[in-house]
């Protein structure tokens, strides 16, 4: 299709700043939609005018003045007879002074915010009107506001756009007309037509809520770009081969037999699907979900040893030093008296040891290898690999499946995979987010656990906290006090956390004070870990490194400073540490006034549900799924109209027809990933 060059106005300057935007083509252009619409068909009355609304309002100008507090400023009081607004601006010529100093009536468009006396507009566009044109029309449509860049102004987005849709008609439409018609949709050209220029007789509310037809096309045709994406890469990823791991059910049952508990009925379902696909001779790409101490380990566990009886090796990597440490002293513990070696392979380990590790898994000593990402590294070689296991606990992301690579002895095999999460994605989100994935749920705790009471506290009531902590340690029990620092500097995090240690250590005189951080030695945590195990330690202070996993069923209390500053998911993590024993447990969320409504409505949230699925919906609500999945980085779910929760509904439909469209039409299928996903699609082709 014709260049952008090809449009009026469009230089090598403003060319430059398209393609910054990935727009090379008018096809870009016109795929390039709306983000929003400002709502100017309709005057809103000042007193039903709610803080952050964008409005266009009208009213009288009562009383001008310049103020010169910390800044000057000129204020213009209006007022319509339902309620009252301050304008208020700090860049003024002399002549928009006198304009409004004239006083008469006046419309502006802006945005409404809380003010110290009465709400108020800063900055707003202003119209002056005529006493005798009072009734100057109000604009007819809504208007478009598109995502920019710097130097391009909403006005040049307007006319671009303009242009663009004259060359609708050579736009293909690529939805085949039966189905668009199936699932109800209006064509490509009226969909593109309506949400850039919206006729005046649209209701603004449908649009401004992305519920007319026109935007569910489109969101349908994005969504089904995405799922159309995945589903190749999946099938790309499953046209490899991979050691088909019957397992050996004795061994199984050994493990079983020593365990100090049953499996969940959600633990045996999970466990079969991970075992079905193992034993093909396709690489199983499976990740389970389940919730904080719903008992992960144990079902990977039986995963590995499926593929150990077949005399093959695994590999387990999490993200963390402390989690892979855990794990890997508990598969020591489990698989050294089934006959198996665990080899341990961390970042910080001495090199002697490390090589030595290495030099088990090179010649097939060891079965099973542990450790943090430096599994990855080049020098570590396994003898035959057969299945990865990843514990990504919530900072699981797309990107980091896509960065595995090969280990096999010979590069035509594929390891099987196995990616852990304790994020509760969504079911539609990961539908959609995970569709090269299959997908596993642990959706049920083992019993006995106590519900987790949490309060949210202001940190002036500290000493009442603090007071807690020793009634707790008094009566045996456990706890955890978390440190958490806005900045991003692990120094400071440290230096926090070391502080807090020391004053704790002094207010609590009969407690034993243990701290753990991250720029500590490998050692010297996990022998305060191990301390804390055992009983040893009382108190826990510790960095947010303790969110990943640790595991100690006799602590019961959990203290989170400043709590504001963190995500509902991580405050859940940390939150699951504790509840996991017979006794009651608590978690107390500090938090250092004032809050400010997002950061309320996350601590709410965790006062009000300890359901991580229900956690995640509210999260995914606050932040976006591109936020949720951390993928941010690699906007590869970074949808330009699709929104996950608004348009859950179209998930089903979706993976539908992308089953016909592959059938039906597979060349209309790639046009379309192409369309919609452009370059971001070669994320998915690392690896
Ligand atoms: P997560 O899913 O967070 O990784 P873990 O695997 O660490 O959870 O398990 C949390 C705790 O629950 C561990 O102490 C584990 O031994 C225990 N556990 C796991 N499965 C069961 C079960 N079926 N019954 C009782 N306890 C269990
Ligand atoms: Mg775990």
Not at 1 to 9: N, Q
Not at 517 to 542: N, P, S, Y
Request: proline share 6%; net charge neutral; glycine share 6%.
């Amino acid at each position: 299709m014709t260049a952008v060059t090809e449009l009026r106005g469009v230089g090598p300057k403003l060319a430059e700043r398209l393609a910054r935007l990935g727009i090379h083509r008018v096809e870009d252009l016109l795929f390039h939609l709306p983000l929003r619409y400002q709502d100017r068909t309709r005057v809103v009355p000042l007193g039903s005018l709610q803080p952050g609304m964008e409005a266009l309002i009208e009213g009288e100008i009562d009383h001008v003045e310049v103020v010169h507090r910390r800044r000057r400023a000129l204020l213009a009081h209006v007022s319509d007879g339902t309620g009252r607004i301050l304008l208020r601006f700090f860049h003024f010529s002399r002549a928009q002074h006198d304009g409004l100093a004239r006083k008469g009536r006046i419309r502006c468009f802006g945005e409404a915010r809380r003010g110290p006396a009465t709400l108020e507009m800063v900055h707003p566009e202003y119209s002056l009107l005529d006493h005798q044109k009072a009734l100057t029309r109000v604009e007819e449509s809504l208007h478009p506001i598109y995502p920019t860049t710097e130097g391009i102004s909403q006005k040049v987005w307007y006319g671009l756009t303009g242009q663009a849709l004259d060359y609708l008609d050579k736009l293909p439409d690529l939805l085949p007309e039966a189905l668009a018609r199936a699932h109800g949709l209006p064509s490509l050209h009226e969909a593109l037509r309506l949400v850039h220029r919206p006729p005046p007789e649209i209701a603004p509310a449908e649009l401004l809520e992305g519920r007319h037809p026109a935007q569910r096309r489109l969101a349908f045709e994005e969504l089904l770009a995405h799922h159309l994406s995945l589903a190749r890469l999946r099938q790309r990823k499953q046209a490899v081969a991979a050691p088909p791991l019957p397992g050996e059910p004795a061994l199984a049952q050994a493990f079983l037999e020593a365990l100090p508990f049953r499996l969940t009925a959600a633990q045996r379902r999970v466990v079969e699907e991970i075992r079905a696909d193992l034993a093909r001779p396709r690489p199983m790409l499976r990740l389970v979900q389940g919730d904080v101490g719903s008992g992960k380990t144990v079902v990977a566990a039986l995963a590995v040893l499926q593929a150990v009886a077949a005399g093959l090796l695994f590999e387990d990597t999490a993200t963390t030093e402390i989690l892979a440490e855990q794990h890997f002293l508990k598969f020591d513990e489990w698989f050294t008296p089934l006959g198996l070696r665990v080899a341990w392979l961390s970042g910080s380990q001495k090199a002697a040891q490390r090589r030595e590790q290495i030099a088990l898994l090179a010649d097939g000593r060891a079965q099973v290898a542990v450790g943090t990402h430096a599994l990855f590294q080049d020098e570590v070689r396994f003898a035959d690999l057969a299945l990865v296991v990843i514990d990504e606990q919530h900072r699981f992301g797309v990107h980091q499946r896509m960065a595995l690579r090969d280990k096999g002895a010979d590069g035509a095999r594929q390891p099987h995979q196995l990616i852990m999460t304790a994020t509760p994605i969504p079911r539609t989100l990961a539908m959609t987010a995970y569709a090269d994935l299959d997908l596993s749920v642990i959706d049920e705790l083992p019993p006995g656990r106590s519900p987790v009471r949490t309060v949210a506290l202001p940190d002036s009531r500290r000493a009442e906290v603090v007071e807690r902590i020793a009634r707790a340690c008094a009566e045996g029990r456990q706890a955890y006090w978390v440190c958490t620092l806005v900045e991003d500097s692990e120094v400071l995090q440290c230096e926090a956390a070391e502080a807090t240690w020391a004053s704790l250590s002094e207010a609590l005189p009969g407690v034993r004070v243990g701290l753990v951080h991250g720029r500590m030695k490998a050692a010297e945590k996990e022998a305060t870990m191990q301390a804390f195990k055992a009983g040893d330690i009382d108190l826990l202070v510790a960095t947010t490194v303790i969110e990943v996993g640790v595991d100690v069923p006799n602590a019961s209390l959990m203290v989170i400073e400043n709590a504001e500053r963190l995500g509902l998911s991580q405050l859940h993590q940390l939150r699951g540490r504790v509840g996991r024993g017979q006794v009651e447990s608590a978690c107390v969320l500090m938090y250092h006034p004032p809050l400010s409504d997002t950061a309320r409505q996350r601590l709410d949230a965790l006062r009000r549900t300890t359901d991580g699925f229900e956690i995640a919906r509210i999260d995914l609500a606050l932040r976006g799924p591109g936020e949720v999945l951390g993928t941010r980085q690699t906007g590869s779910l970074q949808f330009r109209i699709a929104d996950l929760e608004r348009d859950a509904d179209l998930v089903p439909e979706v993976q539908q027809a992308a089953r016909r469209l592959v059938a039906e039409a597979p060349a209309q299928a790639e046009a379309l990933i192409q369309r919609w996903l452009g370059q971001a699609e070669d994320y998915g082709q690392v690896g």
